[in-house]
């Protein structure tokens, strides 16, 4: 098994609030972790400091054994093995889908526009995206605009894919066709860590899940124990307002 990540002792505090407090977790490559718990428990800040938007007070976060906190460690090369989908799209109102798709590789990669475009449409044809190439982000539905980000995602060959509750801005009748895209690129092999309020998907999709509560990792353990047989007390008191019957 390759780690990919390994995170040790990570503190980070927004003024007197200590939002994490010495966390301690890995990513395997090939691995689907989901991170749930309840708001302001520190999920979201988590994924941003590993992907360094947020800059850690202290602790480790190692890339391959290297320890991207430390001084001199070169940060635009270390995101691009990091894919990160947001809640809210982050796409270029002024470029088409397939543009959009395209621009990371061309700016970020060095790829040539021929060989960018080749990867962004078997992309958006994985996402179910194809046919809408040449549409603009204010044509699409929110659930379209989220299956564009996720092809420009993948379209980065990275290492990881960091999801930051990708479906929280979506209406409910979009949220499954997002999950179902999620699902098979999980299927596919990719290494995901998602954080999420669907239990149910969590549930389904994930090799292990960690249930983070005020900003330290509770409980971790495969779907199976954290949803069937959780040990800690403020895990079940989470699980029981989510999961009914």
Known sequence: MTTILEI???????????????????????????IIGSSGSGKSTLLRSINL??????????????????KGFNVPEYR???????????????????????VGQTTVLKKGKDEAKKIALENLKKVGME?????????????QKQRVAIARAISMNPDV???????????????GEVLATI???????????IV???????????????FM??????????????FGNPKEERTREFLARFLKG
């Open 213 to 226: 509560d005020k900003g330290v990792i509770a409980e971790e353990g495969s779907p199976e124990q954290i």
């Open 80 to 102: 691009t093995h990091l894919g990160m989908v947001f809640q809210s799209f982050n796409l270029f109102n002024n470029m088409n889908t397939l543009e959009n798709v395209m």
């Open 8 to 34: 040790n002792h990570l503190k980070k505090s927004f003024g007197q609030n200590e939002v994490l407090k010495d966390i301690h977790m890995s990513v395997n490559k090939g691995e689907v972790i989901s």
């Open 131 to 143: 046919q809408f190439a040449n549409a603009r982000p204010a044509q699409l539905s929110g659930g």
């Open 196 to 210: 999420t309020h669907e239990m149910e998907f969590a549930r389904e999709v994930s090799d292990r899940v960690i």
């Open 183 to 193: 699902k098979a690129l999980a299927e596919s092999g990719l290494t995901m860590v």
């Open 161 to 175: 894919i960091l999801f930051d509750e990708p479906t929280s801005a979506l209406d409910p009748e979009m949220v």
């Open 53 to 70: 938007l947020e800059k850690a007070n202290s602790g480790e976060i190692l890339y391959n054994g290297k320890n991207v906190l430390a």
